[in-house]
């Protein structure tokens, strides 16, 4: 399908197909053959090739070692890096350091920036956001929040109590929420600050357990359940403005959603390609089974679905590279993540017993996908957002049209 994104974005995405072909996928196929994780050294010699490359960590400004490339020009790459389980992770573009890079770039210091931002984009720490709370705090509801930090000199005391943190397990620091103005509404008090992981007080309590592992490498990340007990941090440790958490975390997540459109529509359509592959090579009950019309049928559904997706997330870009795009993000959010979802359910469908098994990527994805419609926003929150959007200019003279349209219509049918 061409989607005429512009030159420079196909260029580099070309090369990042060649990148993934030479290397990252022929590694990629023997560790599913063989079981055997990718290590990190191995991951840090794809991030050596990919900077030789000029493909490394292309949402992030060249000054920091990016391709400086904005969302519509990062689109098709992210697509390619979403064909593989560690396509994104080969080319510094995974969730959520890509997310946390682009939070620390728009609104950190220049410190900051040196200090983490720096040596985040080249893999020599990794970082976390902490937002989701247990219990009764904050979730689809952010507004719930109920960790706090309170200034005591020049330094902000800490309580927190995250979960669904990601990358938490081995991150070296979190970009904590926290309420940090009580009397003010949410929406107006609260800040985003940067917590060491080592600082006094943090405590990693677990991983939670979930569908899917950790996949293919030997890498932690995983989902971690997080305590900060009276932690200090100095006050310029704060992300932003004081109070404009909201602001900021709305304007992470914005691009966050997209980006996580992006590879995961990479992952149904290579899951879509693996089962097409399987289909004109099998038979059954005399022909092969890309022959029988009910399955050829949910393929073009699948095709023209996955198709509109992508469309929806290149109209959502374009968008986000000039505003806030907050519907546009949310419809495409919600769309991808149920056609993706469906896509690749499909896909291992048509592979039978081979779709469950793990010689082929699809079972991963499978186990990947199913949290897209949770992460970043639930489908109903997203419904929620565009509904609100949708009613927002009812047009009175289309309600009075209709009401008398209505009365006309009892009239007639009393007449006859
Ligand atoms: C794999 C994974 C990774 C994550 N990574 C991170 C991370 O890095 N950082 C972070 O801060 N958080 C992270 N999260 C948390 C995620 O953002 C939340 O799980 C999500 O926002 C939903 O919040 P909740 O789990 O508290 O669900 P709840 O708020 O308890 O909602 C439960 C369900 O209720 C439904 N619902 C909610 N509101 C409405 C409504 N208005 N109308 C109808 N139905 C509704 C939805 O179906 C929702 O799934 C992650 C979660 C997962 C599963």
């Known amino acids: 399908m061409e989607y005429h994104d512009s030159e420079k974005a196909n260029e580099v995405a070309g090369r990042v197909e060649d990148f993934l ?6 590694r990629e196929r023997e560790a599913l053959a063989t079981g055997e994780r990718i290590t990190m050294d191995e991951i840090e010699g794809f991030w050596e090739e990919a900077k030789e ?56 210091t220049e410190e900051q920036k040196e200090e983490y931002l720096r040596p985040l984009v080249q893999g020599e720490i990794s970082s976390a956001f902490a937002m989701t709370e247990p219990k009764q705090g904050g979730g689809s509801d952010p ?13 902000w005391v800490i309580n927190a109590h995250k979960w669904w943190t990601s990358d938490g397990l081995d991150a070296d620091f979190y970009l904590t929420m926290v309420r940090t103005d009580l009397d003010a509404h949410p929406y107006s008090g609260t800040s985003i600050i940067l917590v060491p992981a080592d600082a006094d007080g943090v405590d ?34 704060t992300i932003g403005e004081e109070n404009d958490g909201f602001q900021i975390a709305q304007m992470r997540l914005g691009g966050g959603r997209l980006t996580h459109c992006m590879r995961y529509s990479g992952m149904a359509e290579r899951s879509l390609d693996v089962a097409k592959a399987y289909l004109s090579e099998r038979e059954a009950f005399g022909t092969t089974l890309e022959e029988k019309q009910a399955l050829r049928h949910r393929i073009a559904d699948a095709e023209t679905r996955l198709h509109a997706a992508r ?21 495409a959010k919600l769309f991808t993540a149920n056609v993706t979802q469906d896509t690749i359910d499909l896909a291992l469908q048509c592979c039978g017993g081979n779709g469950i098994g793990k010689d082929l990527p699809i079972a991963h994805f499978y186990e990947n996908v199913r949290a897209f419609r949770i992460v970043d926003g639930a489908d109903e929150v997203h419904r929620r957002s565009i509904a609100r959007w949708a009613f927002e200019d009812v047009d009175e003279t289309e309600i009075e049209n209709a009401l008398q349209f209505d009365e006309g219509l009892r009239i007639d049918a009393l007449d006859e």
């Open 21 to 26: 072909e030479e290397v990252v996928l022929p």
């Open 53 to 108: 490359r000029d493909l490394f960590a292309p949402q992030v400004p060249e000054e920091y070692g990016g391709q400086g490339l904005d969302f519509s020009d990062m689109l098709p790459s992210f697509e390619q890096v979403g064909r593989s389980l560690i396509g994104a992770l080969a080319i510094r573009a995974n969730a959520p350091q890509e997310g946390n890079m682009h939070t620390l770039e728009m609104v950190g």
């Open 143 to 155: 507004k719930m929040l109920q960790s706090t930090a309170v200034k005591d000199g020049d330094e």
């Open 204 to 237: 990693v309590v677990r991983n939670i357990p979930h569908v899917g592992g950790h996949g293919i490498t030997e890498r932690e990340g995983g989902h971690a359940e997080v305590k900060f007990d009276d932690v200090r941090v100095p006050v310029e440790n």
């Open 311 to 331: 469309c929806m997330v290149r109209h959502a870009a374009r968008e986000l590279d000039r505003s806030d795009a907050r519907i546009e993000v949310a419809m």
